[in-house]
């Protein structure tokens, strides 16, 4: 684990708690060294503070995540909805605000870590429309092409991919995706937004990645058959 928190107390604490719960924990107190360590380490998830000195923690995030496979928890002492938005956006995977029990850090790296560590290689692949799934291989392809996906956008789609046509609550998918019983649902909006952009002609017009109002989101990878629409469930689509 690499924390990166410029505040001494915090980042000490977060290490204590991690090799407690059988990690080797590293600390960087600034941005850029964050980013270095991050580079010569590759670690299997970084804990990273949001105000950070030198290079920002939103700036730190979208550069891990543009660079390399790996998790990030945010920490911020920011608790608008903004600024976990702008966490979200930028790529982290789970985030706390500040003042936070370390165990809940955990237990929340402990989550993040059972959904992004590859699985064991399956074979088969599965398709839906033009999109084409290969657990293996831990990729997806769309017409032909392979989609750019960070390994959450991975596991979301190939969630969907397995329930065509099925209206799911943004419950269902933050415990099914994101294993937890409970969180901020923007958590979940936010990378049905970033999906739509990698996969719809018009995010703002989404055609296979719809909204079902009052209900949640639908995955339509290919048209129904008039005969089916009593088959769906209800809700109005977007």
Request: with cysteine; hydrophobic share 45%; proline share 6%.
């Amino acid at each position: 684990m690499l924390v990166i928190d410029d505040d001494p107390t915090v980042s000490e604490i977060v290490c204590r708690y991690l090799v407690a719960a059988g990690f080797l924990a590293d600390r960087a107190p600034d941005g850029r060294l964050g980013l270095r360590q991050a580079e010569a380490q590759r670690p299997d998830l970084v804990v990273l503070d949001r105000m950070l000195p030198l290079l920002d923690g939103i700036e730190v995030c979208r550069r891990i995540k543009t660079t390399w496979a790996i998790p990030v928890i945010m920490l911020t002492a920011l608790n608008q909805e903004e600024d976990r938005i702008d966490g979200l956006e930028a790529g982290a995977d789970d985030y706390l605000a500040k003042p936070f029990s370390p165990r809940e850090l955990v237990l929340r790296v402990q989550s993040v870590l059972r959904r992004t560590v590859a699985e064991p290689a399956r074979g088969g692949t599965v398709e839906a429309g033009p999109f084409t799934l290969d657990l293996a291989a831990h990729e997806v392809r769309m017409h032909g092409a392979a989609l750019v996906l960070t390994a959450r956008e991975f596991d979301l789609l190939a969630h969907l991919i397995g329930r065509p046509h099925r209206a799911l609550s943004r419950e269902e998918l933050l415990k099914s995706v994101w294993g937890w019983d409970f969180g901020d649902l923007s958590t979940v909006t936010v990378h049905v937004r970033r999906l739509r952009e990698k996969i719809e002609a018009d995010p703002t017009r989404p055609q296979l990645l719809k909204t079902v109002w009052g209900v949640g989101y639908r995955f339509d990878p290919e048209p129904l058959a008039a005969g089916r629409a009593g088959d769906l469930d209800p809700g109005v689509l977007r």
